[in-house]
């Protein structure tokens, strides 16, 4: 079953969070985000054009002032954003884990180097 992860765009769909914006519920949303995923399960938050702007020039300034950015939890380097990702091993609903790109790029290259088997072996 598809798992989003966080800072994900999602389609909206008529279901629990609805389809008008969180904060303006009188329109409706054109785009909805996960704010929060784990092994749990996700919360999503619904923007109009205007509540996507914000949040648009929000990650804008906060790219621009590395004070306001994200320490990564493996390398301790400051990022604008981490990255969300989940291990495969643990499956698709496994926890959900931060890191800055490079340790997410590291990740998945081990990832693939442990799980990609040259044919030529046989
Ligand atoms: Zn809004
Ligand atoms: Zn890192």
């Known amino acids: 079953m ?10 909206i769909s008529d279901d629990e969070w609805g389809t008008n914006c969180d904060d303006h519920p009188e329109r409706r949303a054109i785009k909805r985000i996960c704010v929060e995923a784990d092994s749990f399960g996700a919360e999503y938050s619904n923007m109009c054009q205007e509540c996507l702007d914000e949040f648009n020039a929000y990650k804008q300034q906060k790219r621009d002032d590395p004070e306001q950015w994200d320490t990564c939890p493996r390398c301790k380097n400051s990022v604008p954003q981490l990255s969300s990702f989940r291990d495969p091993d643990e499956g698709s609903h496994g926890p959900v884990y931060h890191r800055c790109p490079d340790c997410v790029a590291k990740f998945w290259k081990r990832w ?3 799980n990609c088997y040259d044919d030529d072996d046989y």
């Open 2 to 11: 598809y798992a989003p992860l966080p800072n994900h765009f999602v389609p």
């Open 112 to 114: 693939e180097e442990e």
